[in-house]
């Protein structure tokens, strides 16, 4: 793989159930975000990680939790999901330990919560 | 609060130039970013300045007004794939990126 990957591409999901939405990175960068984007809405973070063993919130992080066990993955988790978390999620990653920290996306995954 | 303007849509035609322009006013000021986003797929990144002034990359500049709390980005002979939506992004005192809406630019023949 080159880049960033995210699991799965698109799904939809009933109200209440849990989700993990997978993203892996093989660029060894050691920060890491999850952003949401919905129409006519910015990109919004949801969580983030500046380095492996660390996670920290953005701005929409309520009904969402991340791990980063490593340098490559970061899941992002719904415990119960609502019908306001449909969206397209986004992952990314920077190398943080200089030049302009550039943020790099994955493909995106689709979620639709009914 | 943080806040990013952009025009929500512009329309251009091929082989013409189109200015694209973001005003914001965040909490500190790290750098900002332009990136494209086509339809249905992830933003990628155009662009980047943090001092004043014009950076150029082929067809496309991007400029900087720190004082004004303004940007553009310039697209030059427009070709029908630069049809996409245009991001603005400002990094702040927290080093968080703060995303505009985006700028749909339509591009016609």
């Known amino acids: 793989i080159a880049g960033i990957t995210q699991a799965p591409t698109s799904q939809i999901l009933a109200a209440g159930r849990r989700m993990t939405l997978r993203c892996t990175q093989d660029?060894?960068?050691?920060?890491m975000y999850w952003y949401r984007q919905d129409l006519g809405l910015g990109l919004r973070l949801i969580h983030y990680?500046?380095?492996?063993?660390?996670?920290g919130k953005g701005e929409v992080p309520d009904g969402y939790s991340v791990s980063r066990a490593n340098t490559d993955d970061f899941p992002l988790t719904l415990a119960s999901a609502v019908p306001s978390q449909t969206s397209v999620y986004f992952c990314?990653?920077?190398?943080?330990?200089?030049?302009?920290?550039?943020?790099?996306f994955g493909p995106g995954t689709r979620l639709t919560v009914l | 609060g943080q806040n990013i303007d952009q025009p929500t849509e512009m329309t251009a035609t091929e082989g013409a130039i189109v200015q694209i322009n973001c005003t914001y006013q965040?909490?500190?000021?790290?750098?900002l970013f332009w990136y494209q986003q086509h339809a249905g797929e992830a933003p990628t990144f155009l662009s980047y300045?943090?001092l004043d002034g014009l950076e150029e990359k082929g067809r496309f500049s991007s400029f900087l007004s720190r004082s004004k709390g303004y940007s553009y980005l310039l697209l030059k002979e427009l070709q029908m794939k630069d049809s996409a939506s245009y991001l603005c992004?400002?990094?702040?005192?927290?080093?968080?990126?703060?995303w505009g809406a985006g700028t749909k630019l339509i591009i016609k023949p």
């Open positions: 990314a990653s920077s190398d943080s330990q200089g030049g302009t920290d550039t943020q790099y």
């Open positions: 660029m060894r960068h050691n920060a």
């Open positions: 990680s500046n380095t492996a063993g660390t996670t």
């Open positions: 965040t909490s500190g000021f790290n750098g």
């Open positions: 300045n943090v």
């Open positions: 992004a400002v990094r702040d005192s927290n080093y968080q990126l703060i």
